[in-house]
């Protein structure tokens, strides 16, 4: 007779067998590799980037921190024209989930003070038509301003709902965080007489100005719509030469695509002036020097009359304690054989090529332009975009060795493994009596700027390492079938208990004299009675509906139910599941939690 203890023992045991086993270690370690490829691979990349993690300034500073993003090319139709569906569909998910993923992860993060795109926002921007102009590609035509437009909305879910959380002052920034995407890219625009007015003048009617002055962290941010100045000086992809001055169509049709860019520059001067005085006001409680007894609001429409009527009020400041940052997408020339360092992954330096809608880099006479206007020595950095891998050089054909950096794409779907983005360090403490000085000779302050590239996870690596899981998965439950014995089932191998039938026909005789003893007893007992159920004739009285008294036992239907249907069932309960059976049972035990798990990793993430 079993006991409590016994069939405790035997249930913990049949529960043992389902658990743990391999099926359920397998599910356990894809557990593990998933939140490591869709969170801890994301979370430690960004805290490598912390900024306290890279800095040098001094104790008592308080820098201003920028992010640079470069490239993020939101995948659409043009990105891969011929890929089919669902693969498509697939790979315009999983960029936006990436791009999602990582830009949430780095304004958390690292808060930057101020977040700044080097242009193409998006991948066929320039294909999409307005109500004055259509792509100049056949296949494109069908796609108009409303295709665009949520483009438009796609971009801002992406990039725009997450800057939005958190704080909007800083220690370094007291009025405000800020975020600028209106530097357009050769993939929003076009390139040079590509560009077509209707297109240019939309993305500046969403995103802002695309000539700009932003004072930030002390310092002249100058964003250059260079993908526009080009068409001043664009190279024929067929012949490799510039068209500058020689009196071709190109040079001669394009001057409304080009001018404004250079009116900008030629103003540059006032324009800055105008911004720094602003900050000077604003930030360091400035004052003009003459007083006045007009109420606040005369005397500040009086000073912005002033302005306007004068506009060489820009004289009474120097713009040198401000050092320039240029901000371009398509990098300054330099020649081809300048080496980009040692984080490239393709290549070691920037190929001088040409061809539809793009150039690599400026034309050798727009570079030396933008540089003259912006003048040489104030220039500290140029920060520029297109190429999509990371390049750092000092140019040696201007004053100054200017040091620029070509910043990495931040989406995995632009040819490099790595994604990256550019973290910058402001730290340019200034006096305000230098800067009104007005005087020509001060010296731009240098060594205020730190740069540091904040490398993003591989998500083609996160997807080899999932193919790898799986492989292993496949190959551990083929093993483990091929073991399998189908007599005996796991619970089977951990049973330690009594059984509840006899096994052997041992265990049939023994049981069958219990039985017996227990029957005469019973007759015994019921002779002493007088009347009642115990005085039943011997006629009245019934078989067992299970087996008559002389009815052989049938060694394979012993203990069964008499009948087909019986026989049936008890045979199929005796049938063990053959391998294949047994291989998806537990390749099932293994999917339904890893995929729930998965799932809900991508909608929470």
Same mark, same amino acid.
């Given at each position: 007779?079993?006991?409590?203890?016994?069939?405790?023992?035997?249930?913990?045991?049949?529960?043992?067998?389902?658990?743990?086993?391999?099926?359920?270690?397998?599910?356990?370690?894809?557990?593990?590799?998933?939140?490591?490829?869709?969170?801890?691979?994301?979370?430690?990349?960004?805290?490598?980037?912390?900024?306290?993690?890279?800095?040098?300034?001094?104790?008592?500073?308080?820098?201003?921190?920028?992010?640079?993003?470069?490239?993020?090319?939101?995948?659409?139709?043009?990105?891969?024209?011929?890929?089919?569906?669902?693969?498509?569909?697939?790979?315009?998910?999983?960029?936006?989930?990436?791009? %999602?993923?990582?830009?949430?992860?780095?304004?958390?993060?690292? %808060?930057?003070?101020?977040?700044?795109?080097?242009?193409?926002?998006?991948?066929?921007?320039?294909?999409?038509?307005?109500?004055?102009?259509?792509?100049?590609?056949?296949?494109?035509?069908?796609?108009?301003?409303?295709?665009?437009?949520?483009?438009?909305? %796609?971009?801002?879910?992406?990039?725009?709902?997450?800057?939005?959380?958190?704080?909007?002052?800083?220690?370094?920034?007291? #009025?405000?965080?800020?975020?600028?995407?209106?530097?357009?890219?050769?993939?929003?625009?076009?390139?040079?007489?590509?560009?077509?007015?209707?297109?240019?003048?939309?993305?500046?009617?969403?995103?802002?100005?695309?000539?700009?002055?932003?004072?930030?962290?002390?310092?002249?941010?100058?964003?250059?719509?260079?993908?526009?100045?080009?068409?001043?000086?664009?190279?024929?992809?067929?012949?490799?030469?510039?068209?500058?001055?020689?009196?071709?169509?190109?040079?001669?049709?394009?001057?409304?695509?080009?001018?404004?860019?250079?009116?900008?520059?030629?103003?540059?001067?006032?324009?800055?002036?105008?911004?720094?005085?602003?900050?000077?006001?604003?930030?360091?409680?400035?004052?003009?020097?003459?007083?006045?007894?007009?109420?606040?609001?005369?005397?500040?429409?009086? %000073?912005?009359?002033?302005?306007?009527?004068?506009?060489?009020?820009?004289?009474?400041?120097?713009?040198?304690?401000?050092?320039?940052?240029?901000?371009?997408?398509?990098?300054?020339?330099?020649?081809?054989?300048?080496?980009?360092?040692?984080?490239?992954?393709?290549?070691?330096?920037?190929?001088?090529?040409?061809?539809?809608?793009?150039?690599?880099?400026?034309?050798?006479?727009i570079s030396q332009d933008i540089v003259k206007h912006l003048t040489a020595e104030e220039i500290t950095m140029i920060y520029s975009g297109d190429d999509h891998d990371y390049c750092e050089i000092e140019h040696n054909e201007f004053t100054g060795r200017i040091r620029e950096i070509t910043v990495k794409s931040m989406s995995w779907a632009m040819g490099i493994r790595i994604p990256g983005v550019q973290l910058v360090s402001l730290w340019n403490p200034v006096d305000i009596q230098k800067v009104m000085s007005g005087n020509p000779d001060l010296a731009t302050p240098r060594d205020t700027v730190q740069?540091?590239?904040?490398?993003?996870?591989?998500?083609?690596?996160?997807?080899?390492?999932?193919?790898?899981?799986?492989?292993?998965?496949?190959?551990?439950?083929?093993?483990?079938?091929?073991?399998?014995?189908?007599?005996?089932?796991?619970?089977?191998?951990?049973?330690?208990?009594?059984?509840?039938?006899?096994?052997?026909?041992?265990?049939?005789?023994?049981?069958?004299?219990?039985?017996?003893?227990?029957?005469?007893?019973?007759?015994?007992?019921?002779?002493?009675?007088?009347?009642?159920?115990?005085?039943?004739?011997?006629?009245?009285?019934?078989?067992?509906?299970?087996? #008559?008294?002389?009815?052989?036992?049938?060694?394979?239907?012993?203990?069964?139910?008499?009948?087909?249907?019986?026989?049936?069932?008890?045979?199929?309960?005796?049938?063990?599941?053959?391998?294949?059976?047994?291989?998806?049972?537990?390749?099932?035990?293994?999917?339904?939690?890893?995929?729930?798990?998965?799932?809900?990793?991508?909608?929470?993430?």
């Amino acid at each position: 007779m079993k006991t409590n203890s016994g069939i405790g023992s035997h249930n913990v045991a049949r529960i043992k067998a389902r658990i743990w086993n391999v099926p359920f270690a397998l599910t356990l370690l894809w557990t593990l590799v998933l939140l490591w490829g869709e969170r801890v691979a994301f979370q430690r990349t960004v805290t490598n980037c912390l900024w306290q993690e890279w800095e040098s300034w001094p104790a008592h500073a308080q820098p201003h921190h920028v992010l640079l993003i470069a490239d993020p090319q939101l995948v659409d139709p043009h990105t891969y024209p011929d890929r089919p569906w669902p693969l498509s569909t697939l790979t315009v998910a999983y960029t936006d989930r990436y791009l %999602r993923r990582s830009y949430r992860y780095l304004q958390e993060y690292l %808060r930057p003070d101020a977040t700044l795109f080097l242009g193409d926002l998006f991948d066929g921007g320039r294909e999409w038509g307005t109500a004055d102009s259509s792509s100049p590609e056949d296949r494109y035509k069908k796609y108009g301003t409303g295709f665009w437009e949520r483009e438009y909305v %796609r971009f801002s879910n992406l990039f725009l709902r997450s800057w939005y959380k958190g704080s909007f002052v800083s220690l370094a920034e007291p #009025q405000g965080r800020r975020i600028l995407a209106s530097l357009p890219g050769n993939h929003d625009l076009g390139f040079a007489a590509g560009i077509q007015s209707p297109v240019r003048e939309r993305f500046d009617a969403f995103f802002g100005p695309l000539n700009r002055v932003d004072i930030l962290g002390n310092h002249s941010f100058v964003h250059l719509d260079t993908v526009s100045l080009s068409a001043m000086d664009q190279i024929d992809p067929e012949t490799g030469s510039s068209g500058a001055g020689d009196g071709s169509a190109a040079a001669t049709t394009t001057t409304q695509i080009w001018k404004p860019v250079e009116e900008f520059l030629e103003g540059i001067e006032a324009t800055r002036s105008k911004a720094i005085q602003h900050v000077c006001a604003n930030r360091f409680g400035w004052k003009p020097g003459h007083q006045t007894l007009l109420s606040p609001e005369v005397e500040s429409a009086a %000073r912005f009359e002033h302005s306007v009527a004068t506009p060489k009020h820009h004289k009474e400041l120097t713009s040198s304690q401000f050092p320039t940052i240029i901000l371009s997408h398509v990098p300054l020339f330099r020649p081809g054989t300048t080496s980009c360092g040692p984080m490239r992954e393709r290549g070691t330096a920037i190929p001088l090529q040409a061809g539809y809608q793009y150039q690599n880099v400026l034309t050798p006479l727009i570079s030396q332009d933008i540089v003259k206007h912006l003048t040489a020595e104030e220039i500290t950095m140029i920060y520029s975009g297109d190429d999509h891998d990371y390049c750092e050089i000092e140019h040696n054909e201007f004053t100054g060795r200017i040091r620029e950096i070509t910043v990495k794409s931040m989406s995995w779907a632009m040819g490099i493994r790595i994604p990256g983005v550019q973290l910058v360090s402001l730290w340019n403490p200034v006096d305000i009596q230098k800067v009104m000085s007005g005087n020509p000779d001060l010296a731009t302050p240098r060594d205020t700027v730190q740069n540091h590239l904040c490398l993003l996870p591989n998500q083609l690596g996160i997807f080899i390492r999932y193919a790898q899981m799986l492989g292993l998965t496949l190959i551990v439950l083929a093993v483990y079938v091929i073991r399998y014995k189908p007599g005996a089932s796991p619970e089977s191998l951990h049973e330690k208990s009594e059984p509840l039938l006899p096994l052997s026909r041992e265990h049939r005789k023994s049981d069958t004299s219990q039985t017996s003893s227990l029957q005469n007893q019973n007759q015994h007992l019921s002779t002493r009675k007088t009347g009642g159920y115990g005085n039943i004739p011997p006629t009245s009285r019934t078989g067992s509906p299970f087996k #008559q008294p002389n009815e052989k036992l049938d060694d394979e239907d012993w203990g069964m139910p008499r009948g087909g249907n019986a026989a049936q069932a008890a045979s199929k309960l005796r049938r063990p599941p053959s391998r294949l059976v047994y291989f998806g049972k537990s390749m099932w035990q293994v999917a339904w939690p890893v995929l729930l798990l998965y799932f809900w990793l991508i909608y929470t993430g």
